[in-house]
């Protein structure tokens, strides 16, 4: 079965600085993606990266990059010079072939000015 | 394109009656999904469509939520003898296939407060 752990269910950053939100992931499967989403207090969820289990290299997306280390089972999101607009509800997720995407329990960002 | 859409935006009723959510994916997206967020919380999945077959239904709580769909269109949620603990947003992915490299567009949810 697959599962998916948030360990953190608040952080806080000062503003410009870096944060790094854990995730760690359980699953048996060799080929699963792993994903990260935003949910602003709008209740949209936002895509902001994805890294595949076979990926050579940590993805980045602008501002957005996945620490992978596949031996420990993490996939911690960081995000670098964070912004006011940055604080929402952050999910880890992770889905294997011909299956549904499970999410962690998030974790609540708070951008201090 | 448009995206994934859900009706209604918000649903009020009263405990004991039946409700009916919709969820229209992306056109072309094979893959469907359900899930329910209770407030506070993390997205707890439901139910998986492909095409119009459900092979995961694990996640449904109870006999009374059931869903439906329609080809590789519409989908239905069904809550039956709604409980007040059925209140909640319940959210609508679709991805292009059922890969692990898809990714899930989400649609706005529909908000659901049982009285």
């Known amino acids: 079965a697959q599962k998916i752990t948030q360990t953190q269910p608040g952080m806080f950053v000062q503003e410009k600085e870096a944060v790094t939100l854990d995730c760690t992931y359980d699953t048996s499967d060799p080929s699963y993606g792993l994903f990260w989403y935003k949910q602003p207090s709008s209740g949209e969820m936002i895509f902001l990266i994805y890294q595949g289990s076979y990926d050579q290299q940590n993805a980045t997306e602008g501002r957005y990059s996945l620490n992978f280390q596949k031996a420990r089972k993490s996939a911690n999101l960081v995000i670098s010079a964070s912004q006011l607009g940055d604080s929402a509800m952050y999910f880890c997720a992770m889905r294997v072939d011909n299956n549904d995407m499970r999410f962690g329990a998030g974790t609540r960002l708070t951008v201090k000015p | 394109g448009a995206g994934v859409s859900q009706s209604p935006s918000n649903k009020v009723t009263e405990k004991g009656k039946d409700v009916e959510l919709r969820c229209d994916p992306i056109?072309?997206?094979?893959?469907l999904y359900w899930y329910r967020q209770r407030l506070g919380q993390g997205l707890e999945f439901l139910i998986y469509?492909?095409?119009?077959?459900?092979?995961?239904k694990s996640g449904l709580p109870s006999d009374r939520f059931s869903a439906e769909r329609t080809g590789e269109s519409v989908s239905t949620l069904t809550i039956q003898r709604t409980q007040q603990e059925d209140s909640a947003v319940y959210l609508c992915?679709?991805?292009?296939?059922?890969?692990?490299?898809?990714?899930?567009?989400f649609g706005p949810g529909t908000r659901l407060t049982v009285l």
């Open positions: 469509f492909q095409g119009n077959s459900a092979p995961d």
């Open positions: 992915a679709s991805s292009y296939g059922a890969l692990a490299g898809n990714e899930q567009f």
């Open positions: 056109s072309g997206h094979t893959a």
